[in-house]
């Protein structure tokens, strides 16, 4: 499994072989194939390479999966005593990467896709009779009717 240390929109991402990644928003349509221009870091089980400060020779491709809007963040002021309340906030836009190919341009690779564990849950039926619950008599006496006598 490979790992890469990228850089995009000024940020640095953790991006793994066959993982996706949510980074800033890209203007790239969605199905296009690109390449990180700059890559800090990349390793291969024992074998790691540093940049400085970036790592030459090696390609990190990704494929534009979706873009989504992220969690909404809301900011608010408050002023006690003083009647200020002010309530604002926002969605961010993310760009959800599909990382491809980690390594040297022209290198020959087969990605191992993450395999999903799927638990088979089993159902095994009790011996026992299932048993309804009785519903309680009600308790409550009705109410008695007033008695007035007319003069």
């Known amino acids: 499994m490979r790992i ?3 850089e995009s929109g000024g940020k640095q ?3 793994v072989e066959g993982s996706t990644i949510d980074v800033d928003r890209l203007a790239f349509e969605v199905g296009k194939t690109f390449d990180f221009e700059r890559v800090m870091l990349m390793t291969d089980g024992d074998e790691t390479m540093v940049g400085t ?3 030459d020779g090696i390609t990190v491709s990704a494929t534009v999966v979706d873009h989504v809007k992220g969690p ?3 900011s608010f002021k408050y002023r006690p005593k003083k009647r200020i309340r002010v309530k604002g906030g926002h969605r961010h836009f993310y760009t959800r990467l599909m990382i491809d190919f980690i390594g040297k341009p022209g290198e020959e690779r ?3 896709a993450k395999k999903e ?3 088979e849950v089993e159902t095994v039926a009790s011996e026992e009779p299932k048993v ?6 009600s ?3 009705p109410a008695a009717a007033k008695k007035t006598d007319k003069k």
């Not at 309804?132 to 008599?137: C, D, V």
């Open 13 to 15: 991402y953790r991006a």
């Open 4 to 6: 890469a240390i990228v």
């Open 110 to 112: 087969k990605v191992e």
């Open 132 to 137: 309804e619950k009785q519903k309680k008599a």
């Open 53 to 55: 400060p970036t790592v």
């Open 117 to 119: 564990v799927v638990a």
């Open 139 to 141: 308790t409550k006496k």
């Open 72 to 74: 909404k963040v809301i």
